[in-house]
């Protein structure tokens, strides 16, 4: 895979260059520039970068996150 690429097939489905990223909570975070690894690489919004693992679906022009990410961020950690 390289960065010129504008389509990746992954697991959860195709996932195309600028195709919007759509939070758990129904929130445009971005659109897609590239898949690099196990990362979704963003353009346009607040975020870099989401992990693959994240994501929850794929319609025909978007990616929907699950809220995973967000409910277990902290666990297990130590301050």
């Given amino acids: 895979m390289t960065t010129t690429d504008t389509a ?3 697991q959860q489905g ?3 260059k600028g195709m919007k ?4 909570d129904g929130v445009v975070i971005g ?3 590239a898949l690099e690894g196990e990362e979704l690489m963003l353009e346009g919004g607040s975020h870099d ?3 693959i693992t994240q994501i929850d679906g794929i319609s025909a022009d978007a990616v929907l ?3 995973r990410g967000d409910a277990t961020f902290g666990l297990g950690a130590t301050p």
């Fill in 8 to 10: 990746w097939t992954t």
């Fill in 14 to 16: 195709t996932i195309r």
């Fill in 21 to 24: 990223v759509i939070a758990a």
């Fill in 31 to 33: 659109t897609v520039a």
């Fill in 49 to 51: 970068f989401v992990a």
């Fill in 65 to 67: 996150l699950s809220d």
